[in-house]
C-alpha cells in the first residue's frame, strides 16, 4: 500500500480549517445548551 501524500484540508475565510471549526461548533453549542438547563436548575431550587 501505497502514501498518496497529505490529504488536503479546506480552509474557511477565517483560515480555520473546516473540520475543526465544525468540531469547535458543536462543543459551543452544547456548553450552551448545558449551561442553560443549569442555569434554569439553579434558579428553579433557589
Known amino acids: 500500500m501505497s ?3 497529505p490529504i488536503p484540508t ?3 475565510s477565517t483560515g480555520v480549517p ?3 471549526l ?3 461548533w ?3 453549542s452544547e ?3 448545558f449551561g ?3 442555569a434554569c436548575f ?3 431550587k433557589i
Open 3 to 5: 502514501n498518496g501524500g
Open 18 to 20: 473546516t473540520g475543526r
Open 22 to 24: 465544525a468540531i469547535w
Open 31 to 33: 456548553v450552551f445548551i
Open 36 to 38: 442553560g438547563l443549569i
Open 26 to 28: 458543536v462543543v459551543a
Open 10 to 12: 479546506h480552509r474557511s
Open 42 to 44: 439553579v434558579l428553579f
